[in-house]
């Protein structure tokens, strides 16, 4: 155990649908990153928050938001989906020095 | 801006050979430079970092990797290659200072280990 926390670990579901990432850092961790990861693209950061801040933004679509909430749980809402956002997304936390620490993704399919 | 570049999509070695797996980063600033692996259906766990001091690494699992900045390399070594070594690598690389502690990846290696 990473000590992230995703849920949920699969979701299938419809185009044109909604749906709600969580990801729990690690306990301390104040930083909270959203990357995908498909077969063709490779880990694409999406997005970071610091102690509910957005910090930094990467290949997010404007289809995308996320947001962390004062307990620094973060949640990633997809909407409008397509075929095309099926992937792997993974969420980390860091602390001031080190790497990311990852959790173990929720593998997301759109059909 | 950060990049990657990961030589080799596919590495392919025998059971108990050497593992060289190539790295090359750019970044206008001192990097951190990180290596991970990915088992399948399973998320990123690190296996070694660089951020200051000795330019040689050791990590775990018995991998290894040189930091040298004249070539902007950190190529991932194990002397020996085990059969549970096949999985996915990713080298990464951050700033060193600032608030974005954003890490950019390479496209991965992966690495199979042949009996």
């Known amino acids: 155990d990473s000590g992230v926390t995703q849920t949920p670990k699969h979701l299938i579901t419809a185009t044109g649908q909604r749906v709600t990432l969580r990801c729990s850092p690690r306990?301390?961790?104040?930083?909270v990153y959203w990357y995908q990861q498909s077969l063709d693209q490779g880990l694409q950061f999406l997005i970071q928050?610091?102690?509910?801040?957005?910090?930094a933004k990467g290949n997010i679509l404007e289809r995308f938001s996320a947001q962390q909430f004062p307990d620094l749980h973060s949640e990633l809402n997809l909407s409008s989906l397509e075929l095309g956002d099926s992937a792997l997304y993974f969420c980390?936390?860091?602390?001031?020095?080190?790497?990311?620490?990852f959790g173990s993704g929720t593998r997301l399919t759109v059909v | 801006a950060q990049s990657v570049t990961q030589l080799g999509s596919h590495v392919s070695v025998s059971e108990g050979a050497l593992v060289l797996l190539r790295c090359n980063y750019s970044?206008?600033?001192?990097?951190?430079l990180f290596w991970y692996v990915q088992y399948p259906n399973q998320g990123l766990q690190l296996l070694l970092k660089?951020?200051?001091?000795?330019?040689l690494v050791k990590g775990i699992n018995g991998f290894e990797a040189e930091f040298k900045k004249s070539e902007t390399s950190f190529h991932l070594t194990k002397p020996s290659a085990h059969m549970s070594d096949a999985a996915e690598y990713f080298c990464?690389?951050?700033?060193?200072?600032?608030?974005?502690?954003?890490?950019?990846f390479g496209k991965g290696t992966l690495l199979t280990v042949n009996p």
């Open positions: 980390a936390s860091s602390g001031l020095a080190g790497g990311y620490t």
């Open positions: 306990s301390g961790d104040l930083s």
């Open positions: 928050y610091y102690n509910g801040e957005e910090r």
């Open positions: 970044s206008s600033v001192p990097p951190y």
């Open positions: 660089y951020t200051t001091g000795a330019t």
């Open positions: 990464a690389v951050r700033n060193s200072g600032g608030s974005n502690y954003k890490l950019t």
